[in-house]
């Protein structure tokens, strides 16, 4: 397995700003216990994180949120990228489309490139699902972390795993068997 982290969405807005909400803080020590173990495993890890323009057609549904350059649109601090080459921006749900995620992702394993997507943050049912479909669509296995990811209702949630499980063949596993799998492969 060559895997990659995709933090969706872990944005200051979608936590704690604009469209946040408290319950969201229980994914951030397990995405903070992922990252870490990534990263002293090579596992590459990436944020997809929206970054929108005024004229972005999701504005017209959402309102403003995660506007470019502004407070709202940077990842938590406790989740600290490290360095730029981590991030992709986005202007809609998923993190495929009009980004350099797909080119990112083939350079990963010394030009190897991954195959498959870990997928976790906000939301299940919305970036979480479309990011997964531009991963499916590209022939990545697929995982969703159930207790890394969240949507605002858990109707939703669990609706985003089963949707994920069925049409795009996600496998679904909690923090610790993605941590497992990460450091038995090394
Ligand atoms: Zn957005």
Redo the contacts with the bound molecule.
Sequence with gaps: MRPVLLVV?MLEDFVRGELGDEKFERIVPPLQKLIKKARENDVPVFYCN?A?KED?P?IEV?GP??MKGSEGAEVIEELEPQGPEEIVEKN??GCFEGTDLEKKLEKTYNGEGADTAIIMGLHTHL?DRHTAYGAFARGYNIIFVEDATDAFTKDQHEKGLKYAKENYNAEIKNTEQIIQEITSQK
Aim: with cysteine.
């Design positions: 969405d929206d929108h972005d999701e959402w949120h995660a809609c749900y970036c």
